[in-house]
């Protein structure tokens, strides 16, 4: 009996994935996703979106929401005048409102493969061999057992792992990762993490809201490296000073010791030695490409040293008419980046003129306040030798940010001294997340702050201190 023949078939089903199967079978092509993962479903069947959206981007998200109103409404109502006492937080139902929003769109996705005709094939999926210009892909049910399909063009999207550390296991109880991060039963009296990246900070914000006594503890001497100077020094203030977050840098971790009352982490900082008790742990210490098992020798998929897929600029891997995308590859590891990429690997196999432009993909932290930015820091500028001019407005000065309470932050714009050419931008506030897509938008379309500058915003708005930085470069801010 002949193989299945598909003229695309999308190993994983990810943002990357997904969203690349999609858009092949709208360009026409036969397509299938594979995947394997249930993300803990009930039924045990495969659940699309891949860690995004079954155990990262969004229900950290609905968590951090729900951290957020538990905490305006201990401490921010009172300022508009309204009491409220005895306010707790039932951590279950938290739980299951962040549980059922991760099963909407895991849904969603399964409905859109309908509705675009993409073929779901459950298992995991693995080079077997290539037969004429076919690659023959494997695909291993949980059962063990399995079928080979055929495809004229293969997309790996295989996503990433949490990256753990030896001598830590992790059992997602007591200490997790960021699975178990985002399914506690209660809230752990004191916490620990490991990591002052974007999921440490991210979680520990969540947690400490509800009432942890959280400690970071972070490997590098630096807090925020990715991130512009002004952000890092607001951001530090913020998190440590207000919001009461014990961030240590330049760590060593030595030993950790579970026992039946908790987690002893043993490490170095400076010249001393010290030990932290907690009562859960979360190790946050970054992600690897998820390339084992995939059959890359089976084939000769160049691999590189870090584990991740060789690829060019276009996304293709040694191989005629085998693609990667997404965490498997280099670059941030971004579900909208692995986004961008599927839709563009889809599009070359079309041969249409699929892009990314890797310049102005969008950074975000969905702390409190929000951090986000696109193009070059300051700091990069300098090592470039590149003469620049920089506009920067807080939010203090804007009418809509006082009368939501929350004027931690602001915008800074960074223009090339000699062409105005916008380099960068850097968002630290209250929905620096969506204010940042402007910024997005200027640079993909070459503008330079005269052009934000003259642009009229809508008042009163948070969107008027993107306004505002831009007037800044040229010095002359009208409201600040």
């Not at 969905?366 to 951090?371: A, F």
Request: aromatic fraction near 6%; include cysteine.
């Amino acid at each position: 009996m002949a193989n299945k023949q598909f003229d695309v078939v999308v190993i994983g089903g990810g943002p990357g994935g997904y969203i690349a199967a999609i858009r092949a079978a709208q360009l026409g092509f036969s397509t299938a996703c594979v995947e394997f993962e249930a993300f803990a479903d009930p039924k045990g069947e495969v659940r699309l979106g891949g860690t995004c959206l079954n155990v990262g981007c969004i229900p950290s998200k609905a968590l951090l929401r729900s951290s957020e109103l538990y905490d305006e409404a201990n401490h921010a109502f009172v300022m508009h005048g309204i009491s409220a006492d005895g306010v707790k937080m039932d951590v279950g139902t938290m739980i299951r409102r962040k549980d059922n929003i991760v099963t909407q769109l895991t849904s969603g996705i399964k409905g859109l493969f309908k509705k675009n005709k993409v073929t779901l094939l459950a298992g995991r999926g693995s080079f077997a061999g290539r037969e004429n210009e076919l690659w023959q892909v494997q695909v291993t049910a949980k059962d063990g057992g399995s079928e080979v399909v055929d495809a004229k063009h293969v997309i790996v999207a295989t996503g990433s792992s949490p990256r753990h550390l030896d001598g830590i296991p992790v059992d997602n109880a007591v200490i997790c990762d960021n699975v178990g991060a985002l399914a506690f039963d209660s809230v752990p009296k004191r916490l620990g993490v490991i990591g002052a990246g974007v999921i440490g900070l991210e979680l520990g914000s969540v947690w400490k809201r509800l009432g942890s006594d959280v400690t970071i503890l972070e490997a590098l001497p630096d807090f925020l490296g990715g991130a512009d100077a002004a952000v890092t020094k607001e951001a530090w203030k913020v998190f440590t000073q207000k919001q009461g977050l014990k961030i240590n840098l330049g760590v060593k971790i030595n030993a950790v010791k579970k026992g039946k009352h908790g987690v002893a982490i043993e490490y170095d900082m400076g010249d001393g030695a010290f030990t932290l008790e907690v009562d859960r742990l979360i190790v946050s210490v970054g992600r690897v490409p998820n390339t084992a098992g995939l059959g890359a020798d089976n084939v000769g998929l160049k691999i590189d040293e870090r584990g991740r897929i060789d690829v060019n600029d276009h996304c293709q891997t040694n191989l005629d008419n085998v693609w990667a995308v997404g965490d498997v590859i280099r670059g941030p590891m971004l579900a909208h980046k692995g986004m961008e990429e599927g839709v563009m690997v889809a599009e070359l196999i079309a041969g249409q003129a699929g892009h990314v432009n890797y310049d102005t993909i969008p950074y975000v932290i969905y702390t409190h306040p929000e951090i986000a930015w696109v193009g070059k820091t300051e700091q990069q500028l300098k090592n470039q030798g590149i003469e620049y001019r920089v506009g920067q407005i807080p939010f203090l000065a804007n009418g809509r940010a006082l009368g939501q309470g929350d004027t931690i932050g602001f915008v800074k714009m960074i223009a090339c001294a000699k062409t105005d050419r916008v380099l960068g931008v850097h968002v630290m506030g209250a929905n620096a997340s969506e204010l940042i897509a402007e910024a997005v938008v200027a640079m993909e379309f070459g503008a330079v702050a005269e052009d934000i500058a003259r642009i009229c915003h809508a008042h009163p708005t948070l969107s008027e201190v993107m306004h505002e930085a831009a007037l800044a470069v040229d010095k002359r801010a009208l409201h600040f």
